[in-house]
């Protein structure tokens, strides 16, 4: 059975300073993996995925993720945090024609002025 | 560009009520997904459809069933509700790729239940 965990339930970071969350993962075959965003009382709205080819996938809001099969990591970076990057961020996992998103627990990202 | 559309957007049932959340997905989508998260918890996996037929079920209470009409739409009816039932509920859609790959999900803007 897959799994999705997330280091750090809460990430608080600097306005301007490097955004890095944590997302590991476990299948027994190739998965698909994404990144999704939460704003307070709304929809999840999609960041980035994986599933073929380059490894290095680059979203929304200047955010990117690298897939690392060796390391079974899918961890989320941004260079420069701004405010509006304030969010909850889920890390998720689908197998290959499987029909469930399989999210982590969330990491909370805070930005400080 | 239309996105999935839930409805309502609130809901406050009593205890032991039943509920009907309705979901719309994007045009052309074949699969829905429902996903219940709770108060500071991550979207749990509900049940799934795929062209009209359920196609993957997850920690849905018996209390609860769900189907996908003719028209792609998707309904989710709760019975007997209880206090633990209050949560945010998410539909998404996706729309089921070559030889079963898969696309993103799409979610909607969710429904609130609060079971009182």
């Known amino acids: 059975a897959q799994s999705v965990t997330q280091l750090g339930s809460h990430v608080s970071v600097s306005e301007g300073a490097l955004v890095l969350l944590r997302c590991n993962y476990s299948?027994?075959?190739?998965?698909?993996l994404f990144w999704y965003v939460q704003y307070p009382n709304q929809g999840l709205q999609l960041l980035l995925k994986?599933?073929?080819?380059?490894?290095l996938v680059k979203g929304i809001n200047g955010f990117e993720a690298e897939f690392k099969k060796s390391e079974t990591s899918f961890h989320l970076t941004k260079p420069s945090a701004h405010m509006s990057d304030a969010a909850e961020y889920f890390c998720?996992?689908?197998?290959?024609?499987?029909?469930?998103?399989?999210f982590g627990a969330g990491t909370r990202l805070f930005v400080k002025a | 560009a239309a996105g999935v559309i839930q409805s309502p957007r609130h809901l406050i049932k009593e205890k032991r009520e039943t509920a009907t959340l309705k979901c719309y997905p994007i045009?052309?989508?074949?699969?829905v997904y429902w996903y219940q998260q709770g108060p500071g918890q991550d979207p749990q996996f509900l049940i799934s459809f795929y062209e009209k037929m359920q196609s993957d079920k997850g920690s849905i209470p018996d209390r609860f069933s769900a189907q996908q009409f003719s028209d792609y739409h998707s309904e989710l009816n709760m019975s007997s509700l209880e206090l633990g039932d209050s949560a945010l509920y998410f539909c998404a859609s996706s729309l089921m790729g070559d030889r079963g790959s898969v696309t993103e999900a799409f979610f909607g803007q969710g429904t609130r239940l609060t079971v009182v």
């Open positions: 998720a996992v689908t197998l290959t024609g499987g029909f469930k998103t399989i």
């Open positions: 045009p052309r989508h074949d699969t």
């Open positions: 994986y599933t073929t080819g380059a490894t």
């Open positions: 299948s027994s075959v190739p998965p698909y």
